[in-house]
């Protein structure tokens, strides 16, 4: 599967909140590193619970991608994220750093506004 092919796949997955789907394209050593929220988390059993918590804490999550910057062993994943809070939309913008080794995301860094997400209200800047 080439590069572009798994990040598609693998953001399709988040967006059906397939758990095991995404888990089985990540690396035994994978990290997950939240740079916004400050959440670090090491190693593929404790980064299937933590994004398992995401799924749990976020029912409504879904993404739409806006852009795919492709080198030879990563991706760069821009992104806008809609959900519901406390009945209201919310959204917030990110972009995602995944370096690839053998065909699996070795590493997951984000980078997001999601601690000022826009509400149904807010202007989009």
Do not use: C
């Not at 990040?7 to 888990?23: G, H, K, M, P, T």
């Not at 050593?29 to 995401?54: K, L, P, Q, S, Y």
């Not at 806006?66 to 080198?71: E, F, K, M, P």
């Amino acid at each position: 599967m080439g590069l572009r092919s798994l990040i598609e796949s693998y953001n399709e997955a988040w967006n059906r909140q397939d758990l095991d789907a995404v888990a089985s394209m990540h690396t035994d050593d994978i990290v997950f590193h939240n740079w916004t929220a400050g959440e670090r988390v090491e190693g593929a059993g404790a980064v299937r619970a933590h994004i398992g918590r995401i799924f749990e804490n976020w029912p409504t999550l879904r993404f739409t991608g806006r852009s795919l910057r492709i080198g030879d062993d990563f991706v760069v994943s821009e992104w806008t994220a809609h959900a519901t809070r406390d009945g209201q939309s919310v959204e917030w913008d990110g972009i995602d750093v995944f370096p690839i080794r053998n065909g699996k995301i070795a590493r997951k860094d984000v980078y997001s506004s999601s601690h000022a997400p826009r509400t149904d209200r807010s202007p989009r800047a």
